[in-house]
């Protein structure tokens, strides 16, 4: 089918009035099978930046929660608010507390919003862990099987075990895939599963190679040198036609895909649309 994507929230906007930029990521998804958002930014930039862009937030038929942070979880309160009953998809790890010790203080990172809450707003949460479909040729990762050796995740992204803290696994991050005429479109959240990790389970559980697009977050800002180049590497060998970077990538990251990917690379902020 095809899909429009616009990215609503992001860390960055350019010449776009009016809109603003947040450390977050939201992405709308116009389908032929209805209209979907995939994250909904820290929800400083939602309700705002879909009024810019044109976006009416209240035809959307499912909200696709990648992970469990806040700079994707934030804006739930003010979509639901204007939308009121819908489905939200998520794993069922969604409200666990989490949080980040990056410099010296310990930080909550979770969903800020009590489950009642959302529920009370209008969220019915649909829970899995297993790659799904949603809707016709709309299909989630659920979670994603850590295969690479080299995907190690956040060292100080944790979660409480007994008086202290260890490694968040973020076994609840997924990715969103779509089926189009030009092959697969892959949205990514976060992508704390790994890039490498999570496009490997895509392409076996679709049984595709062809990747017509990759966009979103792919969480190759704050990893290792050796991670990163590792990942370039990896990411080269798969046959994808379109790379449209955001959020967790990072200039440095982003400036080496640029040189590695050329015409193929793009960046993907506030107001970017990617058809196919
Ligand atoms: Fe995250
Ligand atoms: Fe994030």
Not at 79 to 96: E, I, R, S, T
Not at 119 to 133: I, M, P, Q, V
Not at 157 to 174: A, C, F, M, T
Not at 196 to 201: R, V
């Amino acid at each position: 089918m095809k899909i429009k994507a616009t990215i609503v929230s992001e860390n960055c906007v350019f010449h776009l009035p009016g809109a603003v930029a947040e450390h977050g990521l939201s992405i709308f998804m116009e389908t032929e099978r209805g209209n979907y958002l995939l994250d909904t930014g820290q929800g400083k930039a939602i309700v705002n930046n879909a009024l810019v862009l044109g976006i009416d937030l209240r035809t959307i038929q499912g909200i696709i929660m990648s992970h469990h942070h806040f700079d994707h979880t934030g804006g739930l309160g003010p979509v639901l608010d204007l939308k009121g009953a819908v489905d939200v998809y998520a794993h069922p790890d969604f409200f666990k507390e989490s949080y980040s010790t990056r410099g010296n203080a310990v930080r909550y990172i979770g969903v800020p919003y009590p489950r009642p809450l959302l529920e009370a707003k209008g969220a019915t949460f649909k829970f899995s862990d297993e790659f799904r479909s949603i809707a016709p040729e709309l299909w989630l990762t659920g979670e994603v099987p850590r295969r690479t050796d080299y995907e190690l995740g956040d060292e100080n992204l944790v979660v409480k075990s007994g008086e202290g803290y260890v490694k968040d696994d973020i076994r609840d991050d997924q990715s969103v895939v779509i089926e189009t005429q030009k092959g697969l479109f892959v949205i990514l959240g976060c992508c704390h599963s790994g890039i490498i990790n999570t496009l490997s389970h895509i392409v076996e559980k679709m049984g595709q190679r062809h990747i017509h697009a990759v966009i979103g977050g792919t969480h190759l800002g704050p990893v290792s040198d050796e991670q990163r180049e590792k990942s370039i590497a990896a990411l080269k060998a798969f046959d994808i036609e379109r790379l449209g970077v955001s959020h967790c990538t990072g200039l440095k990251t982003a400036s080496r895909l640029a040189g590695e990917f050329g015409d193929r690379f793009f960046f993907c902020n506030v107001g970017t649309v990617v058809e196919a």
